[in-house]
């Protein structure tokens, strides 16, 4: 059997988080996660040496001081945090907002949902998904 996939979720709102560590405690044989407030706070976290690298990260986009899109710049623009997969999550599904996601290198763009059971739903294929599709050896192949 695998190993539980590891997920970093980067949002400011404490409701949003404990919102979804309530949802993927579900799946706590499937999963593990972590959770920061700010981007800043995960970025000094992720650059530490001392964390263990996640599988995929999830990451708001209106934040306060380091919005998402910032955090992704400097993820992507980081040698050993590049190559974490980072799937953007947010209430906003305007076009711009998207692009902008997709032209700094985001994995993918999910619109939160505003009720509770599509949002377990939404939950549940992401799992799926990354589940199924991750590497088994990442993070560990990549040189720190």
Request: charge should be negative; include cysteine; aromatic fraction near 8%.
């Amino acid at each position: 059997m695998t190993r539980p996939l590891r997920l970093l979720l980067i949002d400011d709102s404490l409701v949003d988080r404990q919102l979804a560590e309530e949802v993927f405690a579900e799946y706590a044989g499937l999963c593990t996660v972590r959770t920061c407030a700010s981007g800043t706070a995960a970025l000094e976290m992720l650059d530490s040496g001392q964390a263990t690298l996640p599988d995929v990260i999830l990451l708001d986009i209106n934040m306060p001081g380091m919005n998402g899109f910032e955090v992704l710049a400097a993820l992507k623009g980081h040698p050993r945090l590049a190559q974490i997969p980072v799937v953007m999550l947010s209430t906003s599904g305007h076009d711009s907002d998207v692009a902008r996601a997709y032209t700094l290198h985001a994995s993918s763009y999910l619109v939160k949902s505003v009720s509770f059971g599509d949002f377990v739903s939404q939950i549940e294929s992401f799992l799926e998904f990354w589940r199924t599709s991750r590497l088994t050896t990442w993070p560990e192949m990549i040189a720190r």
